[in-house]
């Protein structure tokens, strides 16, 4: 019982173990999160004060600079206008002519200008059984046998021939 209020419990009366148990985790949270706002609004105060004097060193800086800068006052042997520049320019050297002329021409395109220069293509696929494959290379000179294996057919030698590397790339 509370002695104040005889009829009102104390708080630890009034919480279950599980309620004890989370005020006791809330303790060290709250308590980190005042001291973590505490050191911020020092940190914030500290930047605060160090800036003003900060701030008053560079506005008496520009002041001092703007008084030692002699204003410019325009005296009578002073033009008050810029000065002419005369440039001697040999026509004969400049890269201009002298007369230019406006050329327009009209530019077409040839419709048909992709069919110059298209590759025909000569080649076709000829579905051949195995022994006569093996007949065709035999006359090209490039004898091969055949292995069956899972379902596919291939060649004992490679029967293909290799880009020359004698030559250079791109020709």
């Known amino acids: 019982m509370n002695e104040t209020h005889p009829s ?9 173990e599980a309620g004890q ?8 949270q709250m308590q980190s ?6 050191h911020r609004r020092r940190r914030n105060r500290r930047v605060t004060l160090a800036a003003v004097p900060l701030l008053a ?3 008496g800086a ?13 005296t009578s042997d002073q033009p ?13 050297e400049s890269i201009v ?3 230019q002329v406006l050329v327009v021409d009209r530019i077409s395109t040839n419709p048909n200008i992709l069919d110059r220069f298209k590759i025909e293509d000569h080649t076709s696929i000829e579905v051949i059984d195995d022994a006569s494959l093996l007949a065709l290379l035999e006359e090209m000179n490039r004898p091969t046998g055949l292995i069956t294996t899972g379902g596919e057919v291939r060649l004992t030698h490679n029967v293909v021939d290799q880009p020359s590397t004698d030559a ?3 020709s």
């Open 8 to 16: 009102s419990p104390t708080p630890y009366e009034s919480l279950s």
């Open 21 to 28: 148990l989370r005020r006791d985790q809330m303790l060290p």
């Open 33 to 38: 999160t005042m001291q973590n706002w505490h």
């Open 57 to 59: 060193i560079t506005a």
């Open 62 to 74: 520009t002041w001092w600079q703007l008084g030692r800068i002699p204003p410019v006052i325009p």
């Open 80 to 92: 008050t206008s810029p000065p002419s520049i005369a440039i001697n320019i040999d026509p004969s």
């Open 97 to 99: 002519t002298p007369h």
């Open 168 to 170: 250079p790339s791109g």
